[in-house]
C-alpha cells in the first residue's frame, strides 16, 4: 500500500474529512487530495504534518503492522514519539544531527544502537 492510500484510509478510519486534516496541518485540500490519490508524493515534514493532524505515531503511515525496531522503542518507553514534546526533541535532535560531520554522526549512531541493544539485554534478564 503506497502512502496517499495509506493516509486516506487513515483518515476515513478517524473519520474525518479533507477539510478537517486542512484545518489542523494548513495545508491546502486539493493539495491532500492528490497526495491520497498519488499524484503527488509529500515530504517528509509534511508526513510529520499529517501524522500529528491525525494523532499518530509517523510509522503508522509507512506500515500496516507495528515495525520490528517499534518493539525495542516501546519496551522502555511506551509510546515514545507519539507525543508533541517527542516530536520537538526528535527535531532539534535531527537539526543537530545534521550540523555534524558524517564522521560523527556515525559515531552518534553507533553509540545509540550499544545503549538500545544493553537495554533490550537488560530487560531479559
Known amino acids: 500500500m503506497e502512502i496517499g492510500e495509506r493516509l486516506k484510509a487513515l483518515r476515513?478510519?478517524?473519520d474525518m474529512s479533507q477539510g478537517d486534516v486542512e484545518k489542523r496541518t494548513g495545508l491546502l485540500r486539493c493539495y491532500i487530495s492528490r497526495v491520497e490519490n498519488g499524484h503527488t508524493v509529500p515530504s517528509i515534514e509534511t508526513i510529520e504534518k499529517l501524522a500529528r493532524a491525525m494523532e499518530v505515531p509517523i510509522y503508522v503511515l509507512f506500515?500496516?503492522?507495528e515495525p520490528p525496531?517499534?518493539?525495542?522503542l516501546q519496551s522502555g518507553a511506551a509510546g515514545w514519539g507519539s507525543s508533541r514534546r517527542d516530536a520537538r526533541t526528535l527535531?532539534?535532535?535531527?537539526k543537530l544531527m545534521g550540523?555534524?560531520?558524517?564522521?560523527?554522526?556515525?559515531?552518534?549512531?553507533?553509540l545509540a544502537q550499544k545503549m538500545a541493544q544493553k537495554k533490550a539485554s537488560s530487560t531479559r534478564k
Open 12 to 14: 476515513e478510519q478517524k
Open 63 to 65: 506500515y500496516e503492522a
Open 69 to 72: 525496531a517499534s518493539q525495542l
Open 91 to 94: 527535531h532539534r535532535f535531527r
Open 99 to 110: 550540523r555534524m560531520n558524517k564522521g560523527n554522526q556515525t559515531l552518534l549512531l553507533h
